[in-house]
């Protein structure tokens, strides 16, 4: 069965950077992108970013722009998900989704999200 | 990037009611459109993708429609268990995919 498996929470300093996993199981992990979004406490959903699983390219964001980074490792199966320099409105949950791009258009398969706290 | 306009912000309406969620995209995405459902403290689940296609598993009173810049996400039988905030999103893989602002559905 599919399963996208995100490491766990973290709790940093604003200035830091912040690398989240994003382990996946149960399909063809190069056939499929992955994209990044995240939720603010209260808030609504905010997409961050995708990444083409097969050649590695990207698209972020414009409002994260300069400051994310998006890899993978085809190797392990496994996405990941850099952000710097931090700041207080960074404290968000985090998810991991795959996307079947024209096969089915939306995000499939969830991450179960990595709680990310920003505080001094 | 395309806007994506959800309306309403949140919706009332008691058990066996019929619900309607709007969506506007800020230009022609043709059939581009997923939504979804999220209950608290969960990850969202699509329910809808490509604008009317029910996803496996998912009630047969959801249903969506559309395409180009308006769509729509329908409940035809209000049920407890609906109780969520429910989500479009520009979903061409090609684009930024953002997302509509959400709607909160409750039960009268």
């Known amino acids: 069965q599919v399963q996208l498996v995100q490491s766990g929470a973290e709790v940093k300093k604003p200035g830091a950077s912040v690398k989240i996993s994003c382990k996946t199981s149960g399909y063809t992990f190069t056939t499929d992108s992955i994209n990044w979004v995240r939720q603010a406490p209260g808030q609504g959903l905010e997409w961050m970013g995708w990444?083409?699983?097969?050649?590695?390219?990207?698209i972020y964001a414009e409002s994260l722009q300069g400051r994310i980074t998006l890899t993978r490792d085809t190797f392990t199966k496994t996405a990941y998900l850099e952000l710097r320099s931090l700041t207080s409105d960074d404290t968000a949950i985090y998810f991991c989704?795959?996307?079947?791009?024209?096969?089915?258009?939306?995000?499939?398969?969830w991450g179960q999200g990595t709680l990310v706290s920003v505080s001094s | 990037d395309i806007q994506m306009t959800q309306s309403p912000s949140s919706v009332s309406a008691s058990v066996g009611d019929r619900v309607t969620i709007t969506c506007r995209a800020s230009q022609g995405i043709n059939y581009w459109v997923a939504w979804y459902q999220q209950k608290p403290g969960k990850a969202p689940k699509l329910i809808i993708s490509g604008a009317t296609n029910l996803q496996s598993g998912v009630p047969s009173r959801f249903s969506g429609s559309g395409s180009g810049t308006h769509f729509t996400l329908t409940i035809r039988s209000l049920q407890p268990e609906d109780v969520a905030t429910y989500y479009c999103?520009?979903?061409?893989?090609?684009?930024?995919?953002?997302f509509g602002q959400g709607t909160r559905l409750e039960i009268k």
């Open positions: 999103q520009q979903a061409n893989s090609f684009l930024r995919g953002t």
């Open positions: 989704a795959r996307d079947r791009g024209i096969a089915t258009p939306g995000l499939d398969y």
């Open positions: 990444i083409g699983t097969y050649k590695g390219d990207t």
